[in-house]
């Protein structure tokens, strides 16, 4: 095989016809309008908030909204922030990252603003407490909210005459009914690891002492001691599940859910319109997960889902002014919810979804809290930590893992410790 | 003794084994053609028909031309630039190798070899943005420095086999060193040029963690980045996903194929020095 | 003209060596107030398992892969460069992969790995396959390494067969007179005569694989649980996702020192080998 001397004239060309290509490209940049960067961080509603977008520059045409849906979100927010480039708007998961980002004033003070008019007081409190660039600030504008309970299948429930579990013994009961009729109970969607922190948060808040956080970061108490029977329970449903819930994700899980294929998913209401998605008129109930055996004791975790919020010291305040005001109109909101089946956030709105019937009375009487694992500094890989132990089924080790990791992170920082006020 | 006798058991354990190669891409081409009902199994059945909609979905939901242009640019620009400057400044070290300064600048552009890049990951991405280079022509500025270290080193080693009447020859007749570089050196290098050119072009083009850390706007994405996100967001729907796999795997493979021999001689080139 | 070029090396890749020492000092997460800590984050790095695990891991499949390549890469080599038909074609089929985006091979090597692989073993009624290598800690680390030798074998073979074919062919006639056998052949002149590539293509792979990023993306995320994750991994994850980007930083140092000394070491020691056989 001897070596040609020279490159064969195709490639040659080819390149030229890639420079000439790049050339053009760097001539078509800038129209004269005004950029902002929308960060967008949930998967399920990128098409709704790219509509929204266009629908935002056709009546601003000297807007241009550049829409971002990264991959893995918060990996990605902050690679952004170390690179000091803060997106102008963002939309982010009311969470423990979200209370960090503020305390470490990434987000405008919206305090006065016209934007906050109608939002219910309650859902500002929530984002509060997660924390804030300083005292009194208001750094978001909560958008919607969540209820995390579990999803059931109306149909196959009627079929076995199985009926809405009101402690967990009868939650469990219920999961041995279905598993001895061949049907999954629990689908298990570890593949994506968070999918493990939905029920995780209602059991903790049930079954914990109430102030456990408060203690844990004053060192008062450990995992170990506060949430063993946590940590019983949900392994306990994890035995419900399919096999190998490793090598499925969330997709998997709710397609198959979809499917009829599992009486229940442990997720939140954010996940029905995933579900639908092949099947629009599929009849999805929704419980709060009774952790205990007292039916008075049952709580639903609620959490902001969606938190609007603006750069500090972004470029363009009046533009992002206006696609905040935009964004916030009660018909857009309206829109929002019925699409993703969430709680609406601005006084007099509410969400007459079928899905959301069995946990309304829940958000009207306000047996509300908030989701536990937002108590997690980030830096804790709570969800493989979850993975590991559901795969293993080893308690302690997952308990002593908690704590080790939550003391040597602790130890390890001077900011963002206990930020977030239960 | 010496006729060359064809080993046929060799060659068909070659081809074989070639399949380990070949399974994949087979597996990637027949499942991007089918309908997700046909998944399923193990997924080395033939598709009923082909279904070209998997294409159009993918090259819609990925923004494909956009992804391929971005890449193209990057890659065609990391390469042009690499050739032009880091063969230049090989040129320079390796004809002042008497020198004690060249000497350390040789030694400190090649130990740069041994700092993989994650290493310097989490400062880069600030500094880049620092200087506004979170871009796509950032990323071109990082594959042409990062890629001093390795081309020094085999440019080096190349330009010291060539003898130096030609450039003496060019100095009396007047040329200045500049002109000397272009049009006496340059076109010698001619080999080593397609050697780097291609091992820069691999890595531009497929690179992941780079752009992953470097850019920002999400419309200079390039081709793996934009399977990245769309994993992540369609998971499921594997036709589709292959099918734009498939996509972002055809341009380079094309010209592969057209330039096989070249490429591997090149590659040869660059280890045999 | 060099000049220049030292300035931008500097500004791109010396700066940023000596930023992350200095980051390493802190408690920073990348933005907003940081304190400066002292030592601490080194002190907290060796006893921190998820590092200490990464490092077993990324070591493990570095140390697999570099010697699983090297011998797959020698072996096929040798063969394509014996007395076989269609040589141009089959060199060229076995060198694709060096051409393709980790990234995206590894996610078609994960729906194989996941569902290709099981459904081929429940119709085999083989047990140990009806599950996907990928979910179990104890075998994902196989699929990875499969997906590091697919890959990297392509490009190590086409090195050997380069330092094959600098072995003069009178060498084989001779010895074959005298009636070695191939595998003596092998031994004796063909591996003492291609030491020197046989070093390059041990000390580039090590180099590589230590860096191992894509293709565990691609496979695992890291998972199951943070089993999976190699160092490179770990200071993306730690560092952004994490908010710890100091003490990721003061990882990257430990991993620069730990990567210098071993390519050092490795260099020599392969050295010594190419000059005493």
Redesign the interface.
């Known amino acids: 095989?001897l070596?040609?001397?020279?490159?064969?004239r195709?490639?040659i060309t080819?390149?030229a016809v890639?420079?000439l290509?790049?050339a053009g490209?760097s001539a078509c940049a800038g129209d004269g309008r005004t950029t902002i960067?929308f960060f967008q961080f949930k998967?399920e509603a990128?098409e709704y908030f790219r509509t929204l977008a266009a629908r935002f520059e056709a009546q601003n045409p000297d807007v241009r909204v550049?829409?971002?849906?990264?991959?893995?979100p918060?990996?990605a927010l902050?690679?952004?922030?170390?690179?000091?480039?803060v997106p102008d708007v963002m939309t982010l998961n009311g969470n423990g990252?979200f209370g960090?980002f503020a305390s470490?004033?990434?987000f405008r003070d919206l305090t006065g603003d016209p934007v906050l008019e109608g939002v219910n007081r309650s859902y500002l409190d929530v984002i509060a407490t997660l924390g804030r660039g300083g005292p009194g600030e208001v750094n978001g504008v909560p958008f919607a909210a969540n209820a995390s309970g579990l999803l059931y299948n109306v149909d196959l429930f009627e079929e076995h005459g199985v009926a809405v579990p009101r402690t967990f013994s009868e939650l469990i009961a219920a999961a041995r009914t279905f598993r001895d009729a061949g049907v999954t109970p629990f689908y298990g969607m570890?593949?994506d690891?968070w999918t493990a922190q939905s029920p995780l948060a209602p059991l903790s808040a049930q079954l914990q002492p109430d102030d456990f956080f408060e203690q844990r970061f004053r060192d008062g108490t450990t995992f170990a001691r506060g949430w063993a029977s946590t940590a019983a329970q949900l392994a306990r449903l994890f035995e419900y599940t399919q096999?190998?819930p490793?090598?499925k994700?969330y997709?998997?899980g709710t397609?198959a859910f979809a499917r009829g294929e599992s009486a229940m998913l442990l997720l939140g209401s954010y996940a029905v319109p995933q579900i639908r998605f092949g099947k629009p008129d599929f009849t999805i109930g929704s419980m709060a997960l009774p952790a205990t055996e007292d039916p008075a004791r049952t709580t639903l975790v609620s959490g902001v889902d969606v938190v609007l919020a603006a750069s500090r010291q972004g470029d363009h305040p009046a533009e992002v002014d206006r696609f905040l005001r935009f964004l916030m109109r009660r018909p857009v909101m309206e829109e929002y919810c019925r699409a993703q089946v969430a709680v609406p956030t601005l006084e007099g709105l509410s969400n007459d979804d079928p899905a959301l019937a069995g946990v309304s009375e829940y958000i009207e009487s306000g047996r509300i809290v908030g989701f536990t694992d937002h108590q997690f500094i980030?830096?804790?890989?709570l969800g493989?930590?979850l993975?590991?132990f559901l795969?293993s089924g080893d308690e302690r080790a997952f308990l002593r893992d908690l704590d080790?990791?939550w003391d040597?992170?602790a130890?390890?920082?001077?900011?963002?410790l206990g930020a977030v006020i239960a | 003794m010496r006729t060359v006798r064809v080993n046929w058991w060799l060659t068909a354990l070659l081809v074989v084994l070639s399949l380990t190669v070949l399974i994949p891409l087979y597996f990637a081409v027949v499942t991007a053609f089918k309908t997700p009902d046909q998944l399923g199994g193990t997924g080395f059945a033939l598709p009923d028909g082909l279904h070209w909609a998997n294409f159009a979905d993918a090259w819609r939901l990925t923004g494909f031309p956009k992804a391929a242009?971005n890449s193209?640019?990057i890659?065609?620009?990391a390469?042009?630039l690499t050739l032009l400057t880091n063969s230049m400044v090989a040129y320079a070290i390796a004809r002042n190798m008497d020198r004690r300064f060249f000497r350390g600048l040789y030694l400190y552009f090649v130990s740069a070899l041994f700092v993989p890049f994650p290493i310097i990951m989490?400062p880069v991405?600030?500094q880049?943005?620092?200087l506004h280079l979170?871009n796509r022509a950032g990323l071109i500025v990082l594959y042409v420095v990062y890629g001093l270290a390795f081309n020094i080193f085999v440019f080096t080693a190349y330009i010291n086999s060539i003898p130096r009447e030609l450039e003496e020859a060019a100095a009396i007749d007047g040329a200045s060193t500049w002109i000397t570089f272009w049009r006496v050196i340059f076109p010698l290098l001619?080999?080593m040029n397609?050697t780097v050119g291609i091992l820069t072009c691999l890595w531009a083009w497929n690179d992941f963690l780079l752009p992953l850390?470097i850019l920002?706007?999400?419309?200079s994405a390039t081709l793996p980045l934009v399977q990245?996100?769309f994993?992540?967001?369609?998971?499921?729907n594997y036709p589709v996903a292959f099918a734009s796999y498939l996509m972002a795997m055809a341009p380079l493979f094309v010209?592969y194929v057209?330039?096989q021999?070249?490429v591997i001689?090149?590659v040869?080139?660059g280890a045999v020095k | 003209m060099v000049v220049p070029a030292v300035l931008i090396f500097f500004v791109f890749h010396t700066v940023p060596v000596l930023q992350g020492v200095f980051y390493s000092f802190t408690?920073s997460?990348?933005?907003?107030?940081?304190?400066l800590?002292g030592l601490?984050?080194y002190v907290?790095l060796f006893?921190?398992?998820?590092v200490l695990h990464a490092y077993w891991f990324t070591f493990l499949i570095a140390g697999v892969s570099t010697v699983a390549v090297n011998v797959v890469s020698l072996t096929i080599a040798v063969w394509l460069n014996s007395r076989i038909a269609w040589?141009?074609t089959l060199r060229g089929i076995y060198f694709v992969p060096n051409i393709l985006a980790i990234l995206i091979v590894g996610y078609i090597f994960n729906y194989l790995f996941?569902n290709s692989l099981?459904a081929l073993g429940e119709r085999l009624g083989i047990g140990r396959l009806s599950?996907?290598l990928?979910?179990?800690?104890s075998t994902a680390w196989l699929g990875i390494v499969i997906l590091a030798v697919w890959q990297a074998a392509a490009f190590n073979i086409i090195i050997y067969i380069a330092g094959l074919q600098t072995v003069p062919v009178d060498l084989y006639e001779a010895s074959a007179i005298d009636g070695a056998s191939p595998w003596r052949q092998f031994r004796s002149i063909t591996f003492p005569m291609i030491a020197g590539f046989f070093t390059i293509n041990m000390v580039l792979s090590l180099k590589s694989f230590l860096q191992i990023f894509d293709h565990i993306v691609a496979l695992t995320g890291?998972?199951?649980?943070?089993?999976t994750e190699s160092v490179a991994l770990l200071i993306?994850?730690?560092?952004?996702?994490?908010?710890?980007?100091g003490?990721q930083s003061a990882n990257s140092v430990v991993f620069f020192v730990v990567i210098v000394t071993l390519s050092i070491v490795q260099l020599r020691f392969l050295q010594k080998r190419e000059t005493s056989v």
């Open positions: 095989m070596p040609r001397r020279n490159p064969p195709r490639v080819l390149l890639a420079l290509l790049a490209l960067t998967g990128q550049v829409v971002d849906n990264p991959a893995d918060e990996t902050r690679t952004r922030l170390v690179k000091n480039d990252t960090e470490a004033r990434i570890l593949a690891s096999p190998d490793l090598s994700g997709e998997d397609a980030p830096a804790i890989p493989p930590l993975q590991s795969i080790e990791d040597k992170v130890a390890r920082r001077t900011w963002g | 242009l193209a640019v890659t065609v620009g390469v042009v989490l991405a600030k880049t943005a620092i979170d001619t080999p397609a850390v920002s706007d999400p419309g990245y996100v994993q992540s967001q369609f998971q499921t010209v057209f330039s021999r070249w001689s090149g040869v080139r | 408690d997460p990348g933005y907003g107030p940081f304190e800590v601490r984050n907290a006893g921190d398992p998820r040589r141009t996941s099981p599950t996907s990928l979910t179990d800690s890291g998972g199951p649980g943070t089993d993306y994850k730690g560092g952004f996702q994490g908010g710890e980007y003490y």
